[in-house]
Every structure is written in structure tokens, then in C-alpha cells.
């Protein structure tokens, strides 16, 4: 199956700076999709993105397919940003009928106020 | 986007017993998913539940042990059958095709204990 690795695996950061977080696949996709998981457990939406460039507020992303990587880009961090970052790819089946997400190993950011 | 409701949010059981966790969605969906969060771990996709037919497994995930149900375009239930204490995890239900598309929104979560 698909690959999707994340980088770096771990981040602290100093409230106010700014960071970039990476996500490779290993195959092409039919999507791909950026998620915060706050310290609650709660998945937050943060970017549908198949290429391209996104922003929103304090964060944007940039999926470049035909390279088979993504980067989520984090601004002016503040303490709520903390919790685990995930990338999540989309493939249909060989059938073409269903599709699943395959998640990466996620970022844990860390922020020190 | 969907508001997705789960019951319940979170459960202590008994190894040897069932659960059976609860999916709301307020709208009508094409896919529902379900996955696995162990803890510290990241998510793994249990099985695609989609209404008016048998649920489709992923590699190592088995009808016996995680039975599912979806007998609408709103609900489904994911049951955790004869448990062990490496059954503890988050399990979380998801949506997709709200708008005709690929992304997938989440539930709360159900944060599941087994003792």
C-alpha cells in the first residue's frame, strides 16, 4: 500500500515563531488532506488540498502531486497550536468504487510559552 | 462539513465483554469509515461502511471481532466484540461525500479502556 511519511516527527517551538511541517507519499493520489488533533483527541479539518496552494489565517499549505510531497506551513505559532499534526492521502480501490484514507505518523508539536 | 455526533465519548469494559459504539451524522452520507487511534499511535482504518451493503475490512481487521452495521445514510454502529486490553484505543467514525467529494470529516472520538 501507500507510503505517507511525515517530518520532523517531533517540533518544540517559542511562541511566536513559525515552522514547516512535511509530507511525503510514495504513489500518486487522488487527494490529500492536513489534520490538527488537539490534546482532546478532537480532528480538525485544516486543509483539502490535492495541489496547489491553500491558506488560512496563520496557517497555508502547498501540495506539489506530481512531486509526491505537501507542506503545512505554521505562522506566528501560539499555544493552541500544540497537539499532533497529521497528513492523510486518498486512493481508490482497484475497483474505483471505494476510496480510503491512509494517515501519516503525524508531528507532535510541542509550544513553550 | 457534517456534524458528527459518537456514543458514548468514552467507556471502561471488562476483557471478555462487547461494545458497541454509536455514529450520528446530521446529514446524509454516501461513505462512513471507521478507524482505530492506539494510544500514541496514529490512525488506521478499520472498515468503509456503506449503506445497503456488507462493510468492507481492512488487512487485519475481521467481521467476527469488529462488526458493523449501517442501516441508513446517517448512522452505523461499530461493535468491539470479546475484548482484550489491547483493544484499548480511541475509535473514531468519519464521513465523506458530503459534497460530492473526497474529504472526510470526524467524530469525536470514543475513548475505549479495557481492563
Known amino acids: 500500500g501507500i507510503q505517507v511519511e511525515q517530518s520532523p516527527p517531533d517540533l518544540i517551538l517559542q511562541e511566536g515563531a513559525n515552522s514547516t511541517l512535511r509530507c511525503n507519499f510514495s504513489?500518486?493520489?487522488?487527494?490529500l488532506q492536513w489534520f490538527h488533533q488537539n490534546p482532546w483527541g478532537q480532528l480538525i479539518n485544516l486543509f483539502y488540498?490535492?495541489?496547489g496552494t491553500k491558506q488560512n489565517g496563520r496557517l497555508s499549505a502547498t501540495t506539489v502531486a506530481t512531486e509526491r510531497y505537501s507542506l503545512l506551513y505554521i505562522s506566528s505559532s501560539q499555544t493552541t497550536d500544540s497537539g499532533v499534526y497529521f497528513c492523510?492521502?486518498?486512493?481508490?480501490?482497484?475497483?474505483?468504487?471505494?476510496?480510503?484514507?491512509?494517515f501519516g505518523k503525524g508531528t507532535l508539536l510541542t509550544m513553550n510559552p | 462539513s457534517a456534524v458528527i455526533s459518537q456514543k458514548p465519548s468514552r467507556d471502561i469494559c471488562q476483557r471478555g465483554t462487547s461494545l458497541t459504539i454509536q455514529c450520528q451524522v446530521d446529514?446524509?452520507?454516501?461513505?462512513m469509515f471507521w478507524y482505530r487511534q492506539q494510544p500514541g499511535q496514529s490512525l488506521t482504518l478499520i472498515a468503509t461502511?456503506?449503506?445497503?451493503?456488507?462493510?468492507?475490512?481492512e488487512s487485519g481487521f475481521v467481521i467476527d471481532k469488529f462488526p458493523i452495521s449501517r442501516p441508513n445514510l446517517t448512522f452505523s454502529t461499530l461493535t468491539v466484540s470479546n475484548m482484550s486490553p489491547e483493544d484499548s484505543s480511541i475509535y473514531l467514525c468519519?464521513?465523506?461525500?458530503?459534497?460530492?467529494?473526497?474529504?472526510?470529516?470526524f467524530g469525536p472520538g470514543t475513548r475505549l479502556t479495557v481492563t
Open positions: 468519519s464521513v465523506s461525500g458530503t459534497e460530492g467529494g473526497y474529504e472526510q470529516y
Open positions: 504513489d500518486s493520489v487522488n487527494n
Open positions: 488540498i490535492p495541489s
Open positions: 492523510a492521502v486518498v486512493q481508490r480501490d482497484s475497483g474505483g468504487s471505494n476510496y480510503k484514507l491512509t
Open positions: 446529514s446524509q452520507v454516501t461513505m
Open positions: 461502511a456503506n449503506q445497503g451493503s456488507e462493510a468492507t475490512y
